[in-house]
């Protein structure tokens, strides 16, 4: 599937697991697709979205508020979180580490999905929020509906607002855009390009 | 201690934010905890098959999402 995404499209998907990273979130979800979409080195409809109104700073700042950082995988929130039912995570690592040596709990646990056109992809940057893969599969089901051959950064836009539920679409339409006329307009953008 | 003062009034709050972190954080740990004790099982020589009935799933399952792993095949295939 993927060979049919363009190298652009392919950046915004590479630009995504660079936001996931930088965010520390476990999975790609379609909120760092947004981010992607949103830079303009990588990205076509970067500058049709800044004429909507939407920047990466305001972006970042609410799937700050809503989400929050995660930057330690399993640090210390996640201590805190489990000594509030009871749990004291520094016994268990103590306990895991006299058995198995130092580090046994550090290893990040692997979960390869294969569910989809897109369950496998991994890119050893962190798995996709099934969100994002239904936003992947919608931007092809867009690309086979416009007869166009090859999947571009519009697709991936007009997959995103079609899917429609995700943090990404949450954001845009709480930053008062009107999807289906961001929808449009990526169409009209198409014509334009033709 | 003001922070233990704190963390008994989350154990006891009908946050959902609070409570759906604990959750969080015992799946992360759960993930861990299987990944150590799966390996450990595998360096012992146990099939996938006695690790499955152990922790009570299929033989696919816990292959599937254990095998991949370098230190998961170090005593051979399933």
């Known amino acids: 599937m993927f060979e049919r995404f363009t190298v652009q499209a392919r950046e915004v998907v590479r630009g995504a697991v660079a936001a996931r990273e930088r965010l520390g979130h476990r999975n790609v979800g379609t909120e760092h697709l947004l981010l992607a979409l949103l830079d303009e080195e990588r990205s076509s409809v970067a500058g049709l979205l800044h004429e909507a109104g939407v920047d990466a700073a305001r972006v970042t700042e609410a799937i700050d508020r809503k989400v929050g950082r995660d930057t330690e995988e399993f640090g210390d929130r996640d201590a805190e979180a489990l000594r509030s039912i009871g749990i004291d995570l520094a016994a268990v690592r103590s306990k895991l580490e006299e058995s198995f040596g130092e580090g046994a709990l550090e290893s990040p646990p692997s979960q390869p999905s294969r569910r989809g056109f897109f369950g496998g992809w991994d890119f050893s940057g962190g798995r996709f929020s099934p969100r994002a893969r239904k936003v992947l599969e919608l931007a092809l089901r867009e690309a086979v509906q416009l007869r166009h051959r090859e999947i571009g950064a519009e697709h991936i836009l007009l997959g995103l607002l079609r899917e429609g539920n995700g943090l990404a679409a949450l954001v845009l339409t709480e930053a008062g855009l009107d999807l289906a006329e961001l929808r449009r307009r990526t169409l009209r953008a198409f014509d334009q390009a033709a | ?78």
């Open chain 2, 1 to 78: 201690m003001s922070q233990a003062t704190d963390l008994a009034a989350a154990a006891g709050s009908t946050d959902p934010r609070v409570g759906l972190r604990a959750v969080l954080a015992l799946r992360r740990l759960l993930e861990r905890l299987e990944v150590v004790q799966v390996d450990n099982a595998r360096r012992q020589g146990w099939s996938w098959q006695e690790i499955a009935d152990a922790l009570e799933v299929s033989r696919q399952g816990v292959h599937k999402k254990h095998a991949g792993r370098a230190s998961a095949r170090t005593q051979g295939g399933a």
